[in-house]
């Protein structure tokens, strides 16, 4: 989800990454193992090391500084759906699941975890757990906090994931057993993400209408909300009653740093001690600063063109092909990434499909969209389809020249075959709000995107393009497409599941729902003075700033 995530890259989901050549073998490791390992890449004088994680912490912090991108609108946890968000509260709140920093699945509020039957799973919380308001955390607060998920008022970003919960009833004073409609593969596995965090019931609810934006989020992680000086910072002080290790930093500040420029020049000066999200026109500075190190780990993420708007010039698919076709997929890479991803026709990764069996994985990229130019055919689609000197608009932004570039592309490779491409440019904070408000979206037909998955499965983003989903802003219905989605939801058995997610997967590659166009790792720049800064995408749900300490 989220992934959105910052589109940059949430969302965003959501966002940078390394060469062209390189990352065809960052994607042959990485889809053998899930996990990120240890390696090297390399296309002409650029070189890339893939790192498992940064090196532990040797000591304790009075404070370490993290640069972000944007301010967060709110830190409400149904509403954590972009990085800003993401990054600040999974320090704070923490879910009955957790993704660890190797993305795999473990234990969080819940201690055990059970599933009697296909459609029943029933989650037995830790005892003695506190809320940053001293109260303790019982069956009772996590029915409610899931229940906010599922309440339609609340129009909450993941909602999506509760669709096949029927009941969410307390079975004990620790206990919470959740009835689903059908079966479904993926629901233990959301409950590791912003989906799960259970939070006070009463703190909400005497919080009211503030709750996410003031105070304290009343939740049960290694840190609670401090000051939060808007449009300026937030400030995270350490939980001393944290059930679980305690954090290595007393405090941490976010600093809200929207031009690029800055964020890199705060990284270099020491205002900020690291940052994730990385410009990737900074790569080759941060990396001969001499100040810290940037490392590089596993994304599960794809930058894209979000298709908004089908109703206009869109919604013919030749037009849609037309354009990606035009597009100069390899020269975005060594432009948009600093050289630092790979070109693809894939709006999946290959580690999301880590766990399928080789036969299924080979199928799921074959005959996919085609990555190199030809404007020829791109020319003639576009006429066919009496498209010749439409207009397209796609939204553009300054958070990064990822997002800036690509959507230069964009405009250059419509100019090349006739159609007339209008860039609308969109502040970096108000950028988030594409993926949450359709008013945002009005008047735009693209935006770039980088999608990252919230879980280690592709079924992630191409549930997307279901009816209704909540990241299917064009309003893409297809009947047979809704049902694979419902079957491969349904199906226990991996390979069952990975062999419709391969099918799919054609379809969203025939129907260029989303416009693919590279893959990357995520990127993280630590200075000298702290290390422990997990290098996977695992920080959008994991309390990384918890382990980040000393160097020395």
């Known amino acids: 989800m989220p992934r959105s995530q910052r589109p940059e890259h949430r969302s965003p989901h959501r966002r940078y990454a390394l060469p062209a050549a390189a990352l065809a073998a960052f994607a042959l490791v990485a889809a053998c193992a899930g996990p990120p390992k240890t390696g090297d890449g390399g296309s002409g004088d650029q070189a890339y090391k893939l790192s498992a994680d940064t090196p532990a912490a040797k000591g304790q912090l009075d404070s ?23 990054t600040i509260l999974s320090n704070v709140c923490e879910s009955l699941m957790r993704w660890t920093p190797q993305l795999t699945l473990a234990p969080g509020l819940a201690a055990k975890t059970t599933s009697p039957d296909p459609t029943t799973w029933v989650y037995d919380l830790r005892p003695d757990v506190h809320f940053h308001d001293g109260g303790v955390m019982t069956a009772d607060d996590v029915v409610y906090s899931l229940g906010r998920q599922m309440n339609p008022d609340n129009a909450a970003a993941w909602a999506q994931q509760f669709q096949n919960v029927s009941t969410v009833t307390k079975s004990g004073p620790l206990q919470v057993t959740v009835k689903l409609k059908q079966p479904d593969s993926q629901f233990n596995q959301y409950m590791a993400t912003a989906a799960g965090v259970v939070a006070s019931k009463a703190g909400i609810e005497a919080a009211g209408k503030d709750y996410g934006t003031s105070g304290s989020l009343d939740c049960t992680g290694p840190y609670q909300l401090g000051s939060w000086n808007k449009g300026q910072s937030i400030q995270l002080r350490r939980f001393d009653a944290y059930w679980g290790t305690k954090a290595k930093s007393a405090k941490v500040d976010f600093r809200f740093l929207t031009d690029p420029s800055a964020r890199v020049n705060a990284m270099i000066s020491g205002e900020a001690d690291g940052g994730y999200l990385i410009p990737t026109e900074s790569y080759d500075r941060l990396s001969k600063s001499g100040v810290g190190t940037l490392y590089f780990g596993e994304g599960l993420s794809t930058v894209n063109v979000n298709v908004t708007n089908m109703k206009g010039v869109l919604g013919d698919v030749r037009v849609r092909k037309a354009l990606s076709l035009a597009l100069d997929r390899s020269g975005f890479v060594r432009t948009g990434l600093a050289g630092a991803g790979s070109a693809t026709g894939s709006l999946t990764s290959r580690a999301a499909w880590a766990a399928a069996p080789p036969d299924v994985r080979k199928e799921a990229f074959e005959g996919l969209t085609p990555t190199a130019p030809d404007i020829d055919r791109a020319k003639a689609l576009v006429k066919e389809a009496g498209a010749t000197g439409k207009t397209v608009t796609v939204a553009t932004s ?155």
């Open 64 to 86: 370490f500084s993290w640069a972000v991108y944007a301010e967060p609108p709110t830190l409400d946890y149904i509403s954590a759906f972009d990085y800003p968000q993401n």
């Open 398 to 552: 300054s958070i990064g020249q990822d997002v800036s570039l690509l959507a230069t592309a964009v405009q250059s490779a419509g100019a090349r075959i006739g159609l007339d491409v209008q860039l609308k440019t969109i502040a970096p904070n108000a950028f988030t709000a594409l993926f949450t408000d359709a008013k945002a979206r009005e008047g735009i037909d693209l935006f770039p995107e980088t999608y990252y998955d919230s879980i280690t499965d592709p079924l992630d983003l191409l549930a997307n393009f279901k009816t209704g989903a909540y990241q299917n802003f064009a309003g893409y219905s297809d009947q047979a497409y809704d049902d694979l989605v419902d079957k491969a939801t349904a199906a226990a058995d991996p390979a069952e599941r990975f062999t419709l997610e391969a099918q799919l997967q054609k379809t969203a590659s025939d129907q260029l729902l989303w416009i693919p166009v590279a893959e990357w790792p995520t990127a993280v720049f630590l200075n000298k003075r702290i290390t422990g800064a997990p290098t996977t995408i695992s920080y959008m749900y994991y309390p990384w700033a918890a382990d980040v300490g000393s160097a020395q």
